[in-house]
């Protein structure tokens, strides 16, 4: 059983800046996703997008982003189940809550703070018939690592951001790529898209537009697919396919805890402290609903900070907490580390 002050559903930015939070009030936070890494879709999806509406950030990478936050709250020393999903939870007698993943880990905590973004990601897929087949034998929905394609012969079909960047990046690590789209046109950034034409015209990348992929073959393993391009029909060799057809997000189990949901979000009662339905449970972030909400990471900021001074009354009843700016205060990590402003120093002048 892995006990916490506050455990945080979801590792995207705003559950993660949830732990810097917690922290300066002196609580401890676990947090549990069901991506393999912290970061949220900043991570997953595009990590290498800029985002321009960071306070003091003109323009940051949200993969850069993700490992700021992480530096930032290593002071707090968070735990970290990933790779699993929140799937049921129970209160108890104390009214504290018990969270158990689809693995079985136990969590247990006073508080619980859904950050979940817009929820559980699911891929895409294709319509193909029997590619559930080739899952995890050649057929993958998200890039991982990317190593596992080194000296490979990849198809990907796509035409959004994720399909242009992979395309790119995987022509120094793959033996060949190929880029399989319905349309002419990409729906991704201009510079990626003339970045794929530019690899194309060195031969670097082979584009086959518009067209689709529609049969996926091979033994044991991946070993080519079929693509259609208008009337035509044909063969291509390949140790990999990647339909990279973005995420669905649900809100996957959390939908049944007995919150109160509305167009597939979770509806707080204020923005006084963003509490569910259910006391003690909050949410926070783009998984919220309340009148004038905006879906942004600095809100999902602003959200996490409220939520952190209702959880400690929660947590400590009896206690009064007198707020203090870290530019007074400094920020003491749980591990013994300190940092302060230089203290200023009084001296008589005669």
């Given amino acids: 059983m892995i006990k916490t002050d506050i455990l945080i559903i979801g590792a995207g930015p705003t559950g993660l800046f949830t732990v810097f939070e917690a922290g300066l009030l002196k609580l401890k936070c676990h947090l549990i996703d069901a991506l393999p890494q912290p970061g949220g879709q900043c991570a997953?999806?595009?990590?290498?997008?800029?985002?321009?509406?960071?306070?003091?950030?003109?323009?940051?990478?949200?993969g850069d982003l993700v490992d700021n936050l992480m530096k930032q709250i290593e002071p707090f020393q968070p735990g970290f189940t990933l790779g699993e999903r929140a799937q049921t939870i129970e209160k108890q007698d104390d009214d504290t809550f018990i969270v158990t993943t689809n693995k079985g880990t136990k969590h247990h905590a006073p508080v619980v703070a859904i950050a979940g973004g817009l929820g559980s990601f699911e891929p895409r897929k294709p319509p193909i018939t029997g590619i559930s087949d080739y899952e995890d034998k050649g057929v993958e929905y998200i890039i991982?690592?990317?190593?596992?394609?080194?000296?490979?012969?990849?198809?990907?079909?796509?035409?959004?951001?994720?399909?242009?960047?992979?395309?790119?990046?995987?022509?120094?690590?793959?033996?060949?790529?190929?880029?399989?789209?319905?349309?002419?046109?990409?729906?991704?950034?201009?510079?990626?898209?003339?970045?794929?034409?530019?690899?194309?015209?060195?031969?670097?990348?082979?584009?086959?537009?518009?067209?689709?992929?529609?049969?996926?073959?091979?033994?044991?393993?991946?070993?080519?697919?079929?693509?259609?391009?208008?009337?035509?029909?044909?063969?291509?060799?390949?140790?990999?396919?990647?339909?990279?057809?973005?995420?669905?997000?649900?809100?996957?189990?959390?939908?049944?805890?007995?919150?109160e949901i509305e167009k597939n979000a979770i509806k707080v009662d204020n923005t006084l402290d963003y509490q569910t339905n259910i006391?003690?449970?909050?949410?926070?972030?783009?998984?919220?609903?309340?009148?004038?909400?905006?879906?942004?990471?600095?809100?999902?900021?602003?959200?996490?900070?409220?939520?952190?001074?209702?959880?400690?009354?929660?947590?400590?009843?009896?206690?009064?907490?007198?707020?203090?700016?870290?530019?007074?205060?400094?920020?003491?990590?749980?591990?013994?580390?300190?940092?302060?402003a230089p203290k200023a120093v009084v001296k008589a002048i005669n």
């Fill in 279 to 340: 006391p003690g449970i909050y949410a926070i972030g783009d998984v919220n609903t309340y009148p004038g909400k905006l879906k942004l990471i600095l809100c999902g900021f602003h959200e996490a900070t409220l939520m952190c001074q209702s959880a400690y009354q929660r947590i400590f009843p009896d206690k009064r907490y007198v707020m203090k700016y870290t530019t007074v205060g400094g920020v003491e990590g749980f591990d013994g580390s300190k940092k302060q």
């Fill in 144 to 259: 991982r690592d990317p190593e596992m394609y080194r000296d490979k012969n990849v198809v990907i079909a796509g035409g959004g951001d994720s399909a242009l960047d992979w395309s790119i990046f995987l022509t120094d690590v793959a033996s060949s790529v190929t880029l399989v789209h319905r349309r002419n046109e990409f729906r991704g950034a201009l510079d990626s898209v003339e970045k794929v034409q530019e690899l194309k015209n060195l031969g670097k990348i082979e584009l086959i537009t518009p067209a689709e992929v529609i049969d996926v073959h091979g033994k044991e393993h991946v070993e080519g697919v079929s693509i259609k391009r208008g009337a035509d029909v044909f063969n291509r060799e390949c140790d990999h396919f990647i339909p990279l057809f973005g995420l669905a997000p649900k809100l996957g189990p959390i939908a049944d805890w007995g919150l």
């Fill in 44 to 62: 997953e999806i595009y990590p290498k997008k800029p985002i321009y509406d960071i306070p003091a950030f003109p323009e940051i990478l949200a």
